[in-house]
Antibody, heavy 122, light 107 residues
């Protein structure tokens, strides 16, 4: 069964760091582009970052550039999002999502995790 | 960044209705558009990519059309399980951007 499971969310103070994980099962993570998408409470979807299927490129939303880092460990079949210098406006459910095609980038997301909540508050 | 604007933001419809949601891009995006459905407390579900290609397993009552700047998602015969919020998303360039969502409610 193809599945993504996020973990690592929680409550964190402004300015602190948090690292999210996304464990893949049923497919090989390294063959796909992988994304993080977030959703603030009661709001719409907000794309955060992508790592290409071959790891050759990473792109970020302007709002997180320089603060967030996307990475993956192919041996663990796991995607990560390192979030530094967190702000109140980063409060959201964070989803990892898989690109629809293996071996090339389309950046449409066919498989989503269940999400992990990040709350930035003092 | 490309701005995606959906209309309407919400509306009410009845089971069996034909409904259409519009998505407009602030610049041309060819056919690099996807649609998603989201129900409360759940992750989004992938419906359509390349503006009109139905993802495997998605009911045929869903269809998409358009290119350039104007796109539509149509549900030909609304079912009870279709009441949800729908989002368009462009993948023409980075950063990827979503529309603000269209909530379809029961009349």
């Amino acid at each position: 069964q193809v599945q993504l499971v996020e973990s690592g969310g929680g409550v964190v103070q402004p300015g602190r760091s948090l690292k999210l994980s996304c464990a893949a099962s049923g497919f090989t993570l390294s063959g796909y582009g992988m994304h993080w998408v977030r959703q603030a409470p009661g709001k719409g979807l907000d794309w955060v970052a992508v790592i290409w299927y071959d790891g050759s490129n990473k792109y970020y939303a302007d709002s997180v550039k320089g603060r967030f880092t996307i990475s993956r460990d192919n041996s663990k079949n796991t995607l990560y999002l390192q979030m530094d210098s967190l702000r109140a406006e980063d409060t959201a459910v964070y989803y990892c999502a898989r690109d629809v095609f293996m071996g090339r980038m389309v950046d449409a997301f066919d498989i989503w995790g269940q999400g992990t909540m990040v709350t930035v508050s003092s | 960044a490309i701005r995606m604007t959906q209309s309407p933001s919400s509306f009410s419809a009845s089971i069996g209705d034909r409904v259409t949601i519009t998505c407009r891009a602030s610049q041309g995006i060819s056919s690099y558009l996807a649609w998603y459905q989201q129900k409360p407390g759940k992750a989004p579900k992938f419906l359509i990519y390349a503006a009109s290609t139905l993802q495997s397993g998605v009911p045929s009552r869903f269809s998409g059309s358009g290119s350039g700047t104007d796109f539509t998602l149509t549900i030909s015969c609304l079912q009870s399980e279709d009441f949800a919020t729908y989002y368009c998303q462009q993948y023409y360039n980075y950063p990827r951007t979503f529309g603000q969502g269209t909530k379809v409610e029961i009349k």
